[in-house]
T-cell receptor
Framework: ETGVTQSPTHLIKTRGQQVTLRCSSQ?????VSWYQQALGQGPQFIFQ???????GRGNFPPRFSGLQFPNYSSELNVNALELDDSALYLC??????????????FGPGTRLTVL | RKEVEQDPGPFNVPEGATVAFNCTYS??????FFWYRQDCRKEPKLLMS???SGNEDGRFTAQLNRASQYISLLIRDSKLSDSATYLC????????????FGKGTKLSVKP
């Protein structure tokens, strides 16, 4: 187990609704990254948070937003849900060490279904 | 063109077989390279990092060719438990270090 937890495990919403997903990072990790994995695809980077600041963003619209808290846990918020938002949402925590790429440890994911 | 492209698969092999996965990446600025394994409906897990000199971990061997922008993974003596989707991953590193995943190649090892 990676020590990264996510909640809820499954969620069903309807188009136009808003959703908040949560992630608790591994102890001692100060960086959280969020990814979206559609069925049959590899995960796609949404954004990363480091010390409560957004630190990089992928090609996702502004209705995808996030937060990181002082204890380094994080939230992903998606407004105005669309059918294509149905996916597995993964968070990954890591420690910023200043190396080329810090190893990211993934949580079990939240499976979101939009009807 | 996708940033990371992999063999489409699926690969169906008998136990004990040797199987090779290939991957190409488009951005020459990529700095770090990985293979992740993902079991059905589970999260990706780091299998191994890939270094320019090539590296081995038990039955798994990874190779990187920066000039050709090509990464490979070789699995020897396949086990039933190797059945999973294998994801090729690159990163630009630096302050962001976000991971860029290929679509994955599904491997099924049969008795």
């Amino acid at each position: 187990e990676t020590g990264v937890t996510q909640s809820p495990t499954h969620l069903i919403k309807t188009r136009g609704q808003q959703v908040t997903l949560r992630c608790s990072s591994q102890s001692g990790h100060n960086t959280v990254s969020w990814y979206q994995q559609a069925l049959g695809q590899g995960p796609q980077f949404i954004f990363q948070y480091y010390r409560e600041e957004e630190n990089g963003r992928g090609n996702f619209p502004p209705r995808f937003s996030g937060l990181q808290f002082p204890n380094y846990s994080s939230e992903l918020n998606v407004n105005a849900l669309e059918l294509d938002d149905s996916a597995l949402y993964l968070c990954a925590s890591s420690v910023r060490r200043g190396g080329p790429t810090d190893t990211q440890y993934f949580g079990p994911g939240t499976r979101l279904t939009v009807l | 063109r996708k940033e990371v492209e992999q063999d489409p698969g699926p690969f169906n092999v008998p136990e004990g077989a040797t199987v090779a996965f290939n991957c190409t990446y488009s951005n020459s600025a990529s700095q770090s390279f990985f293979w992740y394994r993902q079991d059905c409906r589970k999260e990706p897990k780091l299998l191994m990092s890939v270094y320019s000199s090539g590296n081995e971990d038990g039955r798994f061997t990874a190779q990187l060719n920066r000039a050709s922008q090509y990464i490979s993974l070789l699995i020897r003596d396949s086990k039933l438990s190797d059945s999973a989707t294998y994801l090729c991953v690159v990163s630009y590193g630096g302050s962001q270090g976000n991971l860029i995943f290929g679509k994955g190649t599904k491997l099924s090892v049969k008795p």
